[in-house]
T-cell receptor, first 113, second 116 residues
Framework: AQSVSQHNHHVILSEAASLELGCNYS??????LFWYVQYPGQHLQLLLK??????LVKGIKGFEAEFIKSKFSFNLRKPSVQWSDTAEYFC???????????FGTGTRLKVLA | NAGVTQTPKFQVLKTGQSMTLQCAQD?????MYWYRQDPGMGLRLIYY???????DKGEVPNGYNVSRLNKREFSLRLESAAPSQTSVYFC???????????????FGPGTRLTVT
């Protein structure tokens, strides 16, 4: 069965630190990958998505992610975090032609001012 | 556009009571979804509707029923609520993004349900 693993459950960083959140999936076919963010008390919003082409994807608010097919990974990065990045981050995968999304369990990021 | 809307925002039920969570989208999306979010477990798919007139079970369908009333509306019903159904419920919708059939989801604001 397809699955998505986010190994970091809680991350605490100081402002201006660099961020990398891990995401690994298990599926051998063509995948489409997403990162969503959930700010406190709000609904999920799309940060970025990968469908095909350039494996380095840039999203909103300075976030980027790199798809490494050989490692089944889609890690999220940001060079310098801000206090306002405090949120929960979810990785999700779907395969072409399917309707179901598989979400990871999420990573709670706390950025200290 | 309002996007995806959900009602109610909060609800407290007693064990055994029933209720229906409403969801509507105004983006002309074909597919709609119901998830529950529990601490440490991420989002789990309850039911989804690939298109108007169809519904399918997701990962955790037991204790729930759904109705795709029309293209805009997708409701979730708890027939006999149990404390294990205490959760935050999110509705989402999506439509085809490109020919390969990738789907970006848009989420509603959620319903926080407590069953005592």
């Amino acid at each position: 069965a397809q699955s998505v693993s986010q190994h970091n459950h809680h991350v605490i960083l100081s402002e201006a630190a660099s961020l990398e959140l891990g995401c690994n999936y298990s599926y051998g076919g063509t995948v489409n990958l997403f990162w969503y963010v959930q700010y406190p008390g709000q609904h999920l919003q799309l940060l970025l998505k990968y469908f095909s082409g350039d494996p380095l994807v840039k999203g909103i608010k300075g976030f980027e992610a790199e798809f490494i097919k050989s490692k089944f990974s889609f890690n999220l990065r940001k060079p310098s975090v801000q206090w306002s990045d405090t949120a929960e981050y979810f990785c999700a995968v779907t395969t072409s032609g399917t309707y179901k999304y598989i979400f990871g369990t999420g990573t709670r990021l706390k950025v200290l001012a | 556009n309002a996007g995806v809307t959900q009602t109610p925002k909060f609800q407290v039920l007693k064990t055994g009571q029933s209720m229906t969570l409403q969801c509507a989208q105004d983006m002309n999306h074909n597919s709609m979804y119901w998830y529950r979010q529990d601490p440490g477990m991420g989002l789990r798919l309850i039911y989804y509707s690939a298109s108007e007139g169809t519904t399918d079970k997701g990962e955790v369908p037991n204790g729930y029923n759904v109705s795709r009333l029309n293209k805009r509306e997708f409701s979730l019903r708890l027939e006999s609520a149990a404390p294990s159904q205490t959760s935050v419920y999110f509705c989402a919708s999506s439509s085809r993004v490109n020919r390969e059939g990738t789907y970006e989801q848009y989420f509603g604001p959620g319903t926080r349900l407590t069953v005592t």
